[in-house]
């Protein structure tokens, strides 16, 4: 597939992929990977990774906010997943930003249940240069 975007063509990069398979961005859109379980989910954003990487200008910034997801009351450090992509694609780590998160949709559901783990209440934004 050509690209319409050239290589070394982007000055900056900033990207809120979905989580996986938690909120369903669509009901039957194929190519929709918010409808995705993690391990395809993760081999599409190792996809998106790279093509970041390509169309990145050198010594250029991409931003990446993601949070972590929770399954059978366990976490799962999906932007920790996340970030160790973009690492491994060739970027480097320059910050990490903690975003504290507010007004959730389904925050006041979970508050008053009586349950076995914490909330939720954070994301990352991941800066990283080519």
């Known amino acids: 597939m050509k690209s319409i975007i050239p290589d070394n ?3 900056f990069i900033f990207a809120h992929p979905p989580y996986s398979n938690i909120i369903k961005y669509s009901k039957d859109i194929k190519e929709d990977i918010s409808r995705l379980e993690l391990n395809e989910f993760l081999d599409q954003i190792t996809l998106f990774s ?4 390509r169309i990145l200008k050198k010594e250029k910034h991409c931003a990446v906010l ?8 366990n976490v799962i450090p999906l932007g920790f997943y996340i ?3 973009f690492i491994q694609t060739g970027f480097t780590l320059k910050e990490i930003i903690i975003k504290e998160q507010h007004n959730c949709k389904m925050s006041d559901y979970w ?3 009586n349950l076995d783990f914490y909330l939720l209440a954070h994301e990352y934004i991941f800066i990283l240069k080519k």
């Open 9 to 11: 063509y982007i000055d």
């Open 50 to 53: 790279k093509e970041c990487f």
């Open 66 to 73: 993601i949070g972590d997801i929770r399954k059978n009351k």
């Open 83 to 85: 970030m160790n992509i």
């Open 111 to 113: 508050k008053n249940k």
